[in-house]
């Protein structure tokens, strides 16, 4: 491909230096929320500008070394020129690799902290239970990150498990590493109940969302309507004393979340809020994405929470991932949190997907002159 990996660097430099200069300009140092979002383009740009400015020296390099090898007659310097080429392709390689991940735009929630809602599927008790073990290899995964996590609402089974779980994730590029986990995550095993020892098959529906911050996403109070109501359920002491649940209806959707496992009808209404808010940011993203590209849902899921994404087979310690068949045998390991290898996998089917539609696939070293 050669030099057509570098056709837009003198955008990328206009549009670094563009960036450097606001980074002076009083109103954006006043603006923390915008410092950021600026200073991590800039960043981000720094990085392309001077992966592009090390592949342009190799292939500066390469055409010096090729006109040796084309017109001089000394013999050492023939050598010469041809143990650089060598040494050359091996470096060209890898820099465009390099410079084709750089050139993909990142997905502008990647930065983002995440929503994960767990709910039990069919399969009854048992979905239940594995929901509950699903929220704790979430929980293990985050604190591996050293992401924090919260616990914004639940519903608990009568077996120890949970209906419905929600927990928010904080931290760095948490919804770049968790976006992959929505969809129907399938469990096979045999319940501790089963006297024939048969294997069910019982399902929990995933769905992670960006959290939506309130410059994301207007919740105007005529479009509200806000209840006050009993909590109910399994739960602790506070629960069932008062009418501390809070239930958010959004009338233009019908969205409707209740929360209830705060201390107070203002700390429910405050997380109530806060989960329809990422609920409508991601319906809205999704809505997005539905226009732009279809080719994702044949490539790593469209993330939609009917889609089978992941099989855990407890008998034979296997965890398939069905989007790109990626299986693992390390199912304790797994649920303890250890699931950074599909997630690797994942984002490598992604950034390949991503780099076939934007005309960035892989070509061989350039062996004429670019």
Not at 56 to 75: P, Q, V
Not at 260 to 281: C, H, M, T, V, Y
Not at 316 to 343: C, P
Request: aromatic share 4%.
């Amino acid at each position: 491909m050669g030099r057509e990996l570098l056709r837009s660097y003198d955008e990328v430099v206009a549009r670094h230096e563009e960036l450097s200069q606001a980074m002076g300009d009083p109103k954006v140092l006043s603006d923390g929320r915008e410092m950021k979002r600026i200073g991590r383009e800039q960043v981000r740009l720094g990085r392309l500008r001077a992966a592009m400015d090390a592949y342009r020296s190799t292939l500066d390099a390469f055409e010096e070394a090729r006109e040796i090898l084309a017109h001089s007659g000394d013999a050492d310097l023939i050598a010469l020129a041809k143990s650089e080429i060598d040494e050359l392709e091996e470096r060209e390689e890898a820099q465009r690799a390099e410079l084709r991940r750089q050139l993909v735009p990142p997905d502008p929630d990647d930065d983002r902290s995440a929503l994960v809602e767990i709910r039990a599927g069919a399969g009854g008790d048992e979905a239940s239970l594995f929901a509950g073990e699903l929220m704790r290899m979430y929980q293990r995964h985050a604190e591996a990150m050293g992401w924090k996590c919260e616990h914004l609402e639940s519903s608990p089974s009568e077996v120890g498990g949970f209906k419905e779980v929600i927990l928010k994730i904080s931290g760095e590029e948490v919804f770049r590493h968790l976006k992959y986990e929505s969809g129907v995550h399938r469990v096979q095993r045999v319940p501790a109940t089963e006297t024939q020892g048969r294997i069910h098959t019982s399902t929990v529906t995933v769905a992670v969302m960006p959290e939506a911050r309130e410059v994301d996403v207007e919740l105007r109070p005529d479009d509200l309507q806000i209840q006050a109501t009993r909590s109910s359920g399994p739960g602790g002491q506070h629960v069932n004393t008062t009418d501390s649940a809070v239930q958010v209806t959004h009338l233009p959707t019908g969205i409707q979340v209740k929360c209830q496992d705060g201390r107070s009808q203002a700390q429910n209404k405050e997380k109530a809020l806060e989960i329809l808010r990422s609920r409508l940011f991601e319906a809205r993203q999704r809505e997005e994405q539905e226009k732009y590209s279809a080719q994702r849902r044949s490539m790593i899921g469209s993330g939609d929470r009917s889609e089978k994404i992941r099989t855990y087979n407890f008998p034979q310690s296997r965890v398939t991932d069905h989007r790109i068949n990626h299986t693992s045998h390390q199912m304790e390991a797994i649920l303890g949190g250890a699931i950074g290898e599909f997630t690797a996998e994942l984002q490598r089917a992604e950034m390949e997907r991503r780099l076939a539609e934007s005309g960035l696939t892989a070509a061989p070293p350039p062996t004429t002159a670019p």
